[in-house]
């Protein structure tokens, strides 16, 4: 098979390689298989390692060569709605289950880096939300307010204090949330999938699943070259999902996000832009996210084209924004552009689904997968286990006029960006 390509990213040239994974070559049965490669799979594996004695992955490319080795390394403990609309989507206890859920994803990021001695520049220095106007004044205070009430280390920051902790002032208010950090995604994945290693787990790269049969109580998945046989399976494809599983892709919108990063910034910049380290996302309706790496270089994301799709992989918007909120990096050098599909649902809730009799998927973490990919894979091993998994399984439903999605999408930039400019 041809070699899917590896993005040109930063992560791509600091990340110690993995050696190719091989591709699957022969007929084989397993306890359980799963499809993809990246943080959700991956820590399905290693959750599952203890219970199920063989498990084997499937990637149609190589391990973190999805979303998992493209992201910004961003490790927050906040989820993206306003208070009273995540209320809404968790009625009752289940608003209090998915609030420690997201704390819970994030000392899982770090404890399995800790666990699993994980080289992947992992900073738990905090994470930062940032916004301008009314709109986002009142989703920092609601939601340091009520994080204050649960005892989480965050705090709201005036504009002041924003400006000096993250370098420009461009910013009204800013929450500073002590649990995030950051690390080296494509690291930390390739670090994952070493730990899976090393407790037997086999993974075939190059081996895209291309059809599934059932017979009884089992499943055959087949590849090009040969196939897989296995009583439990786990969807984990996110933001790359395709036909495989009739229905999955119709659940999901792909939306392209791009990152762009510079040269290592000379000591008298970078010591006036986020001298902490942390990584910042914005509220906005289009928003923008960035950090410093290890190395000082910005690492700065942002949409891809109007569209939602990577296009020509043009990120000149991305860099007049980055010198517009950062005018002391003007004339620095871009050294690096990458981007990749982002899953997005359209209730923002990410989901655990169950297809069928111990088959399940785990997507759509809105942008938030590093810590919530990797609890996702956690509760995917208690479900194919027959364990109370903290995430409810639901059952996919089709989002409503799926294949219009791009229009939609546009649709949602374009309001995005009018409402960022009337703010
Ligand atoms: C540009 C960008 C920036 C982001 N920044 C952040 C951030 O800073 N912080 C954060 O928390 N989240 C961020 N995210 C989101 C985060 O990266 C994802 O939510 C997370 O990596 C999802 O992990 P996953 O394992 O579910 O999917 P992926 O890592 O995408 O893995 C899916 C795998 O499935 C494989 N696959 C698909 N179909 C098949 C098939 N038929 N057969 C075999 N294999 C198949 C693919 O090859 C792929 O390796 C970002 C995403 C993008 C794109």
New binding site residues.
């Given amino acids: 098979m041809q070699k899917?390509q590896w993005p040109d990213s930063l992560w791509r040239s600091t990340a110690e390689p993995l050696c190719d994974c091989p591709e699957l070559h022969e007929d084989i049965e397993t306890d359980l298989l799963i499809?993809?490669?990246?943080?959700?799979?991956?820590?399905t594996a290693l959750h599952a390692a203890n219970a199920i004695e063989q498990i084997v992955i499937?990637?149609?490319?190589?391990?973190?060569?999805?979303?998992?080795?493209?992201?910004?390394?961003?490790?927050?403990g906040q989820w993206k709605p306003d208070l009273a609309v995540l209320k809404q989507l968790y009625p009752g206890s289940q608003f209090d289950a998915f609030i420690k859920i997201l704390g819970d994803a994030v000392d899982l990021v770090f404890d399995l880096v800790d666990q699993h001695q994980i080289d992947c520049q992992a900073q738990r220095t905090g994470s930062i939300i940032v916004g301008n106007g009314r709109k986002a004044v009142r989703y920092l205070t609601e939601w340091s307010e009520f994080w204050a009430e649960t005892g989480a280390d965050v705090r709201l920051l005036d504009k002041h204090a924003s400006t000096e902790l993250i370098g420009t002032s461009h910013y009204d208010r800013s929450m500073f949330d002590r649990r995030g950090g950051?690390l080296q995604?494509l690291a930390y994945?390739r670090g994952l999938a070493r730990a899976c290693y090393e407790r037997g787990v086999t993974i075939h790269g190059d081996?895209?699943?291309?059809r599934i049969s059932q017979n009884g109580n089992s499943w055959r998945v087949f590849?090009d070259h040969g196939s897989v046989k296995c009583e439990r399976l786990v969807?984990?494809?996110?933001?790359?999902?395709?036909d495989?599983w009739p229905g999955l892709a119709q659940t999901i919108v792909p939306v392209?996000?791009?990152?762009t990063a510079t040269a290592p910034l000379p000591d008298a910049v970078v010591s006036t832009l986020l001298p902490q380290r942390q990584?910042v996302?914005e509220y906005a309706g289009v928003p923008a996210?960035y950090?410093v790496d290890e190395t000082n270089r910005l690492v700065f994301?942002w949409r891809g084209t109007v569209s939602g799709e990577i296009g020509s992989l043009n990120t000149a918007h991305l860099r007049s924004r980055a010198v517009r909120l950062f005018p002391q990096i003007a004339g620095t050098q871009w050294e690096y552009d990458?981007?990749?599909?982002?899953?997005i649902t359209s209730h923002q809730r990410p989901m655990l689904l169950r297809l069928a009799d111990n088959v399940y998927a785990?997507?759509g973490?809105?942008?938030?997968?590093?810590?919530?990919?990797t609890m996702?894979?956690k509760q995917l091993a208690l479900s194919v286990t027959s364990q109370a998994s903290a995430i409810s399984a639901e059952s996919p439903r089709a989002i409503p006029l799926h294949s219009f999605r791009r229009i939609g999408v546009s649709a949602r930039i374009m309001s995005g960006h009018l409402r960022d400019t009337l703010d």
């Fill in positions: 899917t499809i993809g490669a990246g943080y959700t799979g991956l820590s499937l990637d149609q490319a190589q391990p973190g060569w999805g979303c998992s080795g493209r992201n910004g390394g961003q490790v927050h950051s995604p994945c081996s895209r699943a291309v590849t969807l984990a494809t996110n933001g790359y999902t395709d495989l392209a996000s791009m990152l990584p996302a996210y950090r994301g990458w981007a990749g599909y982002v899953g785990g997507l973490y809105n942008g938030r997968g590093v810590p919530m990919a996702m894979g």
